[in-house]
């Protein structure tokens, strides 16, 4: 238990469907994170979020829609995905200092699926 | 970021100490080095990390070299249940880059 909590822990879809991956995080962390693991490939960042606000965007398609309406969650909302979305969606958490020593933590894992 | 290089898999017997090593020969003075863990499918694990000097705590141990240039993480005793792929980070900037990491597997 690493205290970042994600939610569904599964989750299939269609194409046409709409979803939303939720992640919350109980360390009092100020900023959070969005990765995208497929299958046999390393993990690939796609949003940060420092203070609620969005300081990164790894180039992610518009398909994939990030919300951090506060530091303890995190969404990301999911539309007309295709099936090579289908991947282990990782949300973490770490608490930003002057240096490069805040340590992220990671939640359990989306295990996406798109049909 | 600098760059790490680390073997692809290992193999370690259980209760047997784990040295897995890891190259980073670009890393820069303000670098950390951070070792993660991930076990199939599961969210990564922070083990440990370091700048200069070796750092040690109840998962294992960081070893690096005077130069910097490389580390060793090490697990003291192995069990089974650190059958997983393990990450060399040299962290840079905001987030982590997670390159394809070392294989233990840890067999009885």
């Known amino acids: 238990e690493t205290g970042v909590t994600q939610t569904p822990r599964h989750l299939v879809m269609g194409m046409t469907n709409k979803k939303s991956l939720k992640c919350e995080q109980h360390?009092?962390?100020?900023?959070m994170y969005w990765y995208k693991q497929s299958a046999k490939k390393p993990l690939e960042l796609m949003f940060v979020y420092n203070f609620k606000e969005q300081t990164e965007n790894n180039s992610v398609p518009s398909r994939f829609s990030p919300e951090c309406p506060n530091s303890s969650h995190l969404f990301l909302h999911l539309h007309t995905l295709q099936p090579e979305d289908s991947a282990l969606y990782l949300c973490?958490?770490?608490?930003?200092?002057?240096?490069?020593?805040?340590?992220?933590?990671f939640g359990p894992g989306t295990r996406l699926t798109v049909l | 970021d600098a760059k790490t290089t680390q073997p692809t898999s290992m193999d370690c017997a259980e209760g047997r100490a784990a040295n897995l090593p890891c190259n980073h020969s670009?890393?820069?003075?303000?670098?950390?080095v951070y070792w993660y863990r991930q076990i199939h499918s599961q969210g990564p694990q922070y083990i440990i990390h370091g700048l200069k000097n070796n750092e040690t705590n109840e998962m294992a141990s960081l070893i690096i070299t005077e130069d910097r240039k490389s580390s060793t993480l090490i697990l003291p005793h192995a069990t089974l249940r650190d059958t997983a792929v393990y990450y060399c980070i040299v962290r840079g900037r905001t987030a982590l880059i997670f390159g394809k990491g070392t294989t233990l597997s840890v067999s009885s």
């Open positions: 670009t890393i820069s003075g303000n670098e950390y």
């Open positions: 973490a958490s770490s608490q930003p200092g002057r240096t490069s020593t805040d340590t992220q933590y």
């Open positions: 360390l009092g962390h100020n900023a």
